[in-house]
């Protein structure tokens, strides 16, 4: 089964800084997406990011980028200029492309604080 | 255009009681999928609905039953209420295909006490 493993369950940053958040998973697969979600206090997963796993490139959006290590089964998020509005919680996902279904496995999050 | 909403916000429940959420997919969307986020976790996948059946379920019990309607909305039923099922259920939407990103609504809070 997949598992995603993110180690950090508390992060700060300085306004206008840079944070890295890390994540971790598991799979025998060769082929998957894998996503950052961002859930503020409002509850709704709100999609930041998205990777598939066959596109060697990085993904990309605006301030958040990430870094995919495809052997070492590592994708983490970095926020750039970050901003007060970037506080939430942070959940790493993984979703299988096989026909077994599209559901996601989600890590454990990790808090981000930005300190004005 | 409306995205994925779910009703109620919140819920309180006694143990034993039964329980029905509901979950309106965002406009175009025919698949509905329902997660279980309990305090400080993931959202674990509870099962996922299309064309009306459940086509696959995670780890969770069989007092944990859904329904899907002819207009894609769908039910979330669960049965002899127990303390560990206080959690924020979330729905999420797609359309059928594997390579759609799924829409999540704002949740359900339930409180068993």
């Known amino acids: 089964a997949q598992t995603v493993t993110q180690s950090q369950p508390e992060m700060s940053v300085q306004e206008a800084e840079t944070v890295t958040l890390s994540c971790t998973y598991d799979t025998s697969e060769s082929d998957y997406y894998l996503f950052w979600y961002k859930q503020p206090p409002s509850r709704q997963m709100i999609l930041v990011i998205r990777?598939?796993?066959?596109?060697?490139q990085n993904a990309t959006e605006n301030r958040f980028s990430v870094n995919f290590q495809k052997a070492a089964k590592s994708f983490s998020l970095k926020i750039s200029d970050s901003q007060l509005g970037d506080a939430a919680m942070y959940f790493c996902?993984?979703?299988?492309?096989?026909?077994?279904?599209?559901?996601?496995?989600f890590g454990t999050g990790t808090s981000l604080t930005v300190i004005p | 255009d409306a995205g994925v909403t779910q009703s109620p916000t919140h819920l309180i429940k006694t143990r034993g009681q039964q329980v029905t959420l509901r979950c309106s997919p965002k406009s175009g969307h025919d698949t509905v999928s329902w997660y279980q986020q309990a305090l400080g976790q993931g959202p674990q996948f509870i099962f996922q609905?299309?064309?009306?059946?459940?086509?696959q379920r995670g780890n969770f019990p069989d007092r944990f039953s859904g329904h899907q309607f002819p207009n894609y909305s769908s039910e979330l039923n669960v049965n002899a209420l127990l303390l560990g099922d206080s959690a924020l259920y979330l729905c999420?939407?797609?359309?059928?295909?594997?390579?759609?990103?799924?829409?999540f609504g704002d949740g359900t809070r339930l409180s068993i006490l």
């Open positions: 999420a939407s797609s359309l059928g295909a594997m390579r759609q990103p799924q829409h």
């Open positions: 990777q598939e796993a066959y596109k060697q």
């Open positions: 609905y299309y064309e009306e059946e459940e086509r």
């Open positions: 996902a993984y979703r299988t492309m096989s026909n077994t279904g599209n559901q996601f496995y």
